[in-house]
């Protein structure tokens, strides 16, 4: 049990050599970080005694108590005695309540409107312990280090293992028909044949409220996108090695499409698999592959047969297989997602490393597509409301010309239209979703495709505008690396990896109207 200090003790303490301040009612000893302090020991000796609460939040992120703070903790602010229990057993009632069970900070718009006290028809009772679950385990192991990651360009081997033992792996992936490979218990404890779409859709919202496309897609943005293949159609051979080892966090995968030459124009596709015999023989590159920096399985689509769609296959590529080389690529965002450069020279792939039949791969890319790009609006929604959140707060203690931020007209007009697009993008994401909830597998590449190759690109555009007016009200915070602008000029230089990979704004646009006016005529729609 911490110590409790009356204010009166507190204020004795204002010397360089005994140097105590009160923030959020937590009282610190900062003698020994006097020196160390950025700002330099005059600004804590000037607030040294007291309580530096609102000075500090002006300057700080929240995140600096938790990760540097917490080593000069000594007690908090009290009376010094134990005081009775409150034995009041009358409930205090919000009469703006209607029971909905609110969830988090209860910041306008900085979660779903269903975390706010909405009612809402898709989720129940398992999906509210799956979010506490995975709120819980991204506050505490996630968000603090952010920064620390994304400035290393790589995350650590033993958060992987955190995630998949806290269900966050298997949480962000295709459904696996054979739950025996399925390595941990799902997160909430929910069993897995009950974990629909809707909690997949919690669990990967709330790992982006960290606010960082490096610790998202470094986490999962390879396995999301290399899985899929390997879990619907290859061997049970292939399924049985390679889906517990990269679900239990000890091995990664990444999906290997897009070439120097082209990424959206995929039956172009030019790396050559030459049958000989009892393997193939692979010789070519692929660009802009996440997680190939430290993958340990590549999931490659080579050209076996003819030009065109009807020519390509799917193969398993394996780290140790001579001839693999992977060179990081140092892009404009997602620093710690381990982006590469993959060439593959005269590599020999077994013939059982084939994920389902030759030449049949345009057909499983495809179906892959509908997964990685809900996957992707699910991110970018969440980052432009990471935004909203970051401004709302900042709005209401950062002053200028005499009143808060969030009391000027011109800031709230910024706000309105962030989250009047969020909002939207959101309800188009959920009816999304629980399409693939209810939809037959084999109608949703050709039902849902053109829906949610639109609701990407107002996903990405919904966050690239986000991100510009968060970095406008934020100011100079913006533009600088860590500190409370930290999410905002991280965010503003990741909107490109959501626009562009997946099936860049103009293909998704051409998609959407060209398949869905297919659709329609298949449907005997009059037009």
Not at 99 to 108: E, I, K, L, R, S
Not at 291 to 307: E, I, S, Y
Request: charged share 25%; with cysteine; glycine share 10%.
């Amino acid at each position: 049990m911490s110590k409790a200090f009356t204010v009166e003790e507190v204020a004795k303490h204002t010397a360089e050599n005994d140097c105590w301040v009160i923030i959020h009612d937590k009282v610190y000893d900062v003698t020994n970080f006097l020196s160390d302090h950025p700002g330099g020991k005059k600004i804590l000796l000037k607030n040294a005694g007291v309580d530096a609460t609102e000075k500090f939040d002006s300057f700080h992120n929240a995140s600096v108590l938790e990760k540097i703070g917490a080593k000069y903790l000594i007690g908090s602010v009290g009376s010094g005695v134990e005081e009775e229990a409150d034995t009041d057993d009358v409930e205090d009632v919000n009469p703006l309540m209607v029971g909905a069970q609110p969830f988090g900070d209860m910041v306008p718009y900085g979660d779903p409107m269903w975390y706010q006290d909405w009612y809402s028809p898709y989720y129940d009772d398992s999906h509210r312990a799956v979010r506490k679950a995975v709120r819980e385990f991204v506050d505490k192991e996630v968000t603090p280090f952010c920064h620390e990651w994304d400035e290393a360009k790589k995350l650590p081997r033993e958060f992987y293992i955190k995630a998949a033992k806290a269900g966050i792996l298997a949480g962000c992936i295709h459904e696996v028909e054979n739950a025996d490979l399925i390595p941990y218990e799902m997160p909430g404890g929910v069993p897995y044949e009950k974990f629909d779409s809707f909690h997949r859709m919690i669990v990967l919202d709330e790992l982006s409220r960290c606010g960082s496309g490096g610790v998202t897609w470094g986490l999962v943005g390879g396995l999301g996108i290399g899985i899929g293949p390997v879990i619907h159609f290859a061997s049970r051979e292939l399924q049985e090695r390679i889906v517990p080892a990269c679900l239990n966090g000890t091995k990664n995968i990444c999906l290997c499409i897009t070439e120097p030459s082209g990424g959206s124009d995929v039956a172009g596709l030019v790396t050559e698999a030459k049958d000989m015999g009892d393997h193939y023989l692979v010789n070519g590159e692929k660009k802009w592959i996440t997680n190939g920096v430290f993958a340990d399985f590549f999931t490659v689509a080579v050209r076996t047969g003819k030009p065109g769609f009807g020519g390509i296959s799917f193969l398993v590529i394996e780290r140790d297989m001579p001839g693999v080389k992977t060179t990081q690529m140092q892009c404009s965002g997602v620093w710690s997602s381990g982006t590469a450069y993959v060439t593959f020279e005269d590599v020999k792939v077994p013939k059982a490393n084939l994920i389902g039949e030759e030449n049949n791969g345009f057909k499983y890319i495809m179906m892959n597509f509908n997964p990685e790009r809900v996957g992707c609006i699910i991110q970018a929604n969440r980052f432009a409301r990471v935004c909203i959140e970051e401004c709302i707060k900042y709005g209401n203690k950062r002053k200028t010309f005499g009143k808060k931020l969030i009391e000027h007209p011109v800031i709230r007009n910024k706000m309105a239209h962030m989250i009047r697009q969020v909002e939207a993008t959101h309800a188009w994401l959920e009816a999304l979703v629980y399409q693939t909830k209810h939809m037959p597998m084999e109608l949703q590449a050709l039902r849902l495709g053109g829906p949610i190759a639109l609701c990407k690109a107002q996903a990405s555009q919904t966050f690239e505008y986000c991100a510009r007016e968060a970095a406008q009200i934020f100011g100079g915070l913006s533009y600088t690396r860590g500190g409370q602008g930290e999410k905002v000029e991280r965010l503003y230089r990741e909107v490109r990896a959501f626009a562009i990979p997946g099936g860049s704004e103009e293909i998704m646009l051409e998609l959407g109207i060209r398949q869905s006016v297919k659709v329609g005529q298949f449907m005997g729609a009059k037009m």
